[in-house]
C-alpha cells in the first residue's frame, strides 16, 4: 500500500504543479506529456517486476531440477530472489495499474472539462477544483479506511487462533467504499452547491417564464 500512496501522491503534486504554475499556453502539452510519460513508466513498471518475477522462478525451479533441492528449501540459493520476485509481481504490477489508472484519467477529466463543459469559465473552474478535491480526499479516506481496518481486525483477530483471511479483505472494500460514498456526497455539496443553487433558480425563472406564457395564450 505504501508504494501505491507514495506514487499516486507524486502524480497527483506533480498534476497540481502544470495546473497552478504552468502557463495556459503550455499547459495543455505538459498534461498531454505526463500522460504518456506516466504510461510508458508503467509499462516499464510491469515488464521489469514480470522479468524478475519470471528469473527468479526459473533459477529457483534449475536448482530444484539440477541439484535435487526443493524450491522451499533453505538450502536454495533461489528462495530468496525467488519470495522477492512474487512480491515484486504482486505489488509492482498492481501498482503500475494504479499509477497509469490515475494519470491518466485525470489528464482525460480535465481535457473532458475544458473542451467539452459549457456553461461558462466558472463553472469549469468549479468543475476541475472539484476533480482535484475529490482526488486528494480519495487518497486520504484510502489511508483512513486501511488503518481502521487493521484495528478492527486486530481487535477480533488478536487472541484467535483460527483467521479467515478473506474477511478482513472483504471489510477493507466495504470500508473504503461506503468512506469514499461519504466523502464525495458531502465534498461535492459544499464545492459545488453555489453552481447548482444558481442553475436552479435560473431553471425555475425559466419554466415560470413559460408557464406564464401558455396561461397567457389560453386566456
Request: with cysteine.
Amino acid at each position: 500500500m505504501s508504494i501505491g500512496v507514495v506514487l499516486i501522491c507524486v502524480e497527483l503534486m506533480m498534476m497540481l504543479i502544470i495546473l497552478l504554475f504552468m502557463p495556459g499556453n503550455l499547459a495543455g502539452a505538459c498534461f498531454i506529456g505526463f500522460a504518456i510519460g506516466e504510461s510508458l513508466g508503467a509499462s516499464a513498471l510491469r515488464i521489469a517486476g514480470g522479468i524478475f518475477t519470471k528469473i527468479a522462478d526459473i533459477g529457483s525451479d534449475l536448482m530444484k531440477v539440477v541439484f535435487k533441492i526443493g524450491e522451499d528449501d533453505p538450502r536454495n540459493p533461489g528462495v530468496i530472489p525467488d519470495c522477492t520476485g512474487d512480491n515484486a509481481g504482486d505489488s509492482v504490477g498492481p501498482t503500475a495499474d494504479g499509477f497509469e489508472t490515475y494519470g491518466v484519467t485525470g489528464v482525460a477529466l480535465i481535457s473532458f472539462i475544458l473542451l467539452a463543459v459549457t456553461g461558462g469559465e466558472l463553472l469549469k473552474v468549479e468543475l476541475l477544483v472539484w476533480i482535484f478535491v475529490m482526488r486528494i480526499l480519495m487518497v486520504i479516506t484510502s489511508i483512513v479506511a486501511f488503518y481502521i481496518n487493521g484495528a478492527i481486525t486486530n481487535a477480533r483477530y488478536k487472541h484467535s487462533e483460527d483467521m479467515d483471511f478473506e474477511k478482513p479483505l472483504t471489510n477493507l472494500v466495504w470500508i473504503t467504499s461506503l468512506l469514499s460514498i461519504l466523502v464525495t456526497f458531502v465534498a461535492s455539496y459544499f464545492n459545488t452547491r453555489h453552481q447548482w443553487k444558481y442553475r436552479f433558480m435560473v431553471d425555475t425563472f425559466n419554466h415560470y417564464q413559460l408557464w406564464n406564457h401558455r396561461w397567457c395564450i389560453d386566456s
